[in-house]
């Protein structure tokens, strides 16, 4: 997504195909005496690297993961979801705080807004410079931001599946509390996957 300001992408499951062909070797013009059997064995590999390229991908930016502790009601669940922000035209500003960074919401297995739980924490990190409460992306710079949440629900809610979805980046084009918030659109883009919380 683009505006006049910022350009905003989630990483998973998004693959540049120029640099993943740069990088395979694969970039070159293919010589006319090279046979059709030689081009799709080219093209299945290519295919098999790239599925791999993805998966990898996802796996490391996007993660659902249900966390298992002896004894009841201790069981909780670590999302992480993480997103690329180009900054286009003016400097940003984004709070080093993950709840002034961004905002989510917690959905179970059958869709539902959790809005009660027993505890959730929340960790930010970023390829971005920190200048004191705030990272900063200059103009013309592009910088992953990560956002990891550590959830444990209600007793009466377990037995049930949960994921993580990331609303909103807030931030500023100076260093001051945010003044501006951009949607994370599309909803499927900016969601984990689902984590299963026994008890």
């Known amino acids: 997504m683009k505006s006049n300001h910022l350009s905003i992408r989630a990483i998973s499951g998004v693959v540049s195909l120029g640099v993943a062909f740069s990088a395979w070797g694969l970039a070159a013009p293919v010589a006319k005496a090279e046979t ?6 080219q093209l299945a590999t290519l295919q098999e ?6 998966q990898a991908e996802t796996e490391e930016s996007t993660s659902a993961l249900p966390v298992y502790v002896a004894g009841a009601h201790n069981d909780y669940a670590l999302f992480r979801s993480s997103i690329e922000v180009e900054s286009l035209k003016r400097t940003t500003y984004i709070s080093v705080d993950p709840y002034e960074a961004f905002t989510y919401e917690i959905r179970d297995g059958h869709g539902r807004k959790v809005t009660k739980s027993t505890g959730v924490s929340l960790a930010i990190d970023s390829t971005a410079k920190r200048s004191g409460d705030y990272f900063v992306i200059r103009k013309g710079d592009t910088a992953n ?13 377990e037995g049930d599946d949960f994921r993580l979805r990331l609303l909103t980046l807030e931030y500023a084009n100076k260093p001051i509390p945010a003044e501006k918030a951009w949607k994370l659109l599309p909803v499927h883009k900016y969601q984990t996957d689902r984590a299963f919380i026994e008890d």
């Open 49 to 54: 690297k790239l599925a791999a390229l993805k």
């Open 36 to 41: 059709l059997e030689n081009l799709e064995a």
């Open 145 to 157: 931001l990560s956002l990891t949440v550590k959830f444990d629900p209600l007793p009466i809610d």
